[in-house]
């Protein structure tokens, strides 16, 4: 990504960040727009694509600038309505700097293998390419981690404990004097 579209991304996830609450109350309060805005910006990156106006298959496209954006938000949203948070999130959430350093390279190597010896349905491959992109990565960071200088290699596993909602609501509780 070059560097105006990191500038983008940073300027929107510090405004979000320093206004959270506004931003929060925001987004409750049009959920139903920013889902129709979503859906529209999908459709006009599918009609941009199918009609060859953009035939680039990157994420280092200016078109998904606000794309990713609405899509964050939504992302948000949902995962603040889920309850209990799910322990595969708070999982994919430790590791998700190490899953950023590592996937490239497990897709470049799914993509070797696959290319001359799968045929396989594009909605499977891309199934099997998420999947183990995201596995593999942490199956590549938890075992690196493991050696004093893995951190420096695949990055540092955060380890945000999962807390059971019972056992958050107890803690939260104010102790009675």
């Not at 320093?18 to 889902?35: C, E, H, M, P, R």
């Not at 680039?56 to 609405?70: A, E, G």
């Amino acid at each position: 990504m070059p560097f105006p579209g990191w500038v983008f991304y940073f300027t929107a996830a510090y405004y979000a960040g320093k206004n959270f609450d506004q931003v929060k109350g925001w987004l409750q309060k049009n959920i139903v727009w920013v889902t129709a805005g979503g859906a529209g910006l999908l459709m006009f990156l599918v009609f941009n694509h199918r009609a060859g106006i953009v035939t680039d298959v990157s994420s280092k496209r200016v078109d998904l600038l606000l794309y990713t954006c609405v899509v964050m938000a939504l992302l948000y949203y949902v995962f603040t309505k889920i309850k209990p948070f799910p322990k595969w999130a708070v999982l994919i959430s430790n590791y998700s700097f190490s899953i950023y350093l590592i996937h490239f390279m497990i897709l470049r190597a799914i993509r070797k293998l696959t290319d001359q010896s799968v045929d396989m349905n594009l909605a499977v491959y891309t199934l099997l390419l998420f999947f183990v992109g995201v596995i593999g990565s942490i199956v590549i960071a938890y075992m690196m981690n493991k050696l004093p200088f893995g951190s420096y290699v695949v990055g540092k596993v955060n380890r945000i404990k999962y807390t059971p909602p019972v056992q958050r609501e107890e803690l939260q509780k104010p102790k009675a004097s």
